[in-house]
């Protein structure tokens, strides 16, 4: 899939970025806008330095993250 625009095939609304030349999406908790610094290769895979320029967040949502295998809300303290 990796010649498929993911955000046309999957109706991902997006917006423009303040900083950078990049989608942001939209709805998210947080978008953070970087400018690639340098790039190298590490075995098989390339491995990028970038500087975050920009962010942005929807303090109203709450964020989520994934953790075995499923999602969770991080509406909780944990004290």
Do not use: H, R
């Not at 997006?14 to 590490?42: H, M, Q, W, Y």
């Not at 990028?48 to 994934?66: N, Q, R, T």
């Amino acid at each position: 899939m990796k010649d498929v625009n993911k955000f046309t095939q999957f109706n991902i609304s997006t917006e423009k970025g303040s900083k950078v030349n990049a989608p942001l999406i939209k709805g998210c908790f947080a978008n953070i806008e970087c400018k690639v610094i340098t790039s190298l290769t590490a075995a098989k895979y390339t491995v990028y330095l970038a500087e975050a320029v920009a962010f942005k967040f929807d303090e109203s949502l709450v964020p989520i993250a994934w953790y075995g295998s499923k999602y969770f809300a991080l509406s909780n303290e944990v004290k």
